[in-house]
């Protein structure tokens, strides 16, 4: 059974930090990019960023240079490390195994004062 769970959401305050980590299983993790994408009520789900199974991130220009993602493919995860939140960053972030229909749950991101 594919299991994709996301960890690490949370509140936190504008110019803050949160990594969320999503464990995946039941499937050869290895050979699928894995992304991150996020929503907001009334709005599609967009893409964030994937990373290759060669390690090679890609990210949305709104996020570059204050998100960073990452893999561990000893450990099924992937990773989104997000510095400097500001309120626009505020979300539910969905884990994504690339062109499948694997979803997470979802782990919410909110950034307030």
């Known amino acids: 059974q594919v299991q994709l769970v996301e960890s690490g959401g949370g509140l936190v305050q504008p110019g803050g930090s949160l990594t969320l980590s999503c464990a995946a299983s039941g499937f050869d993790f290895t050979i699928w990019t894995m992304g991150w994408y996020r929503q907001t009520p009334g709005k599609e789900r967009d893409w964030v960023g994937s990373v290759a199974v060669n390690g090679r991130p890609k990210l949305v220009d709104s996020v570059r240079g204050r998100f960073t993602i990452s893999r561990d493919n000893a450990k099924n995860t992937v990773q989104l490390q997000m510095n400097n939140l500001t309120s626009e960053d505020t979300a539910l972030y969905y884990c994504?195994?690339?062109?499948?229909?694997?979803w997470g749950q979802g782990t919410q991101v909110t950034v307030s004062s």
């Open positions: 994504h195994c690339v062109n499948s229909d694997y």
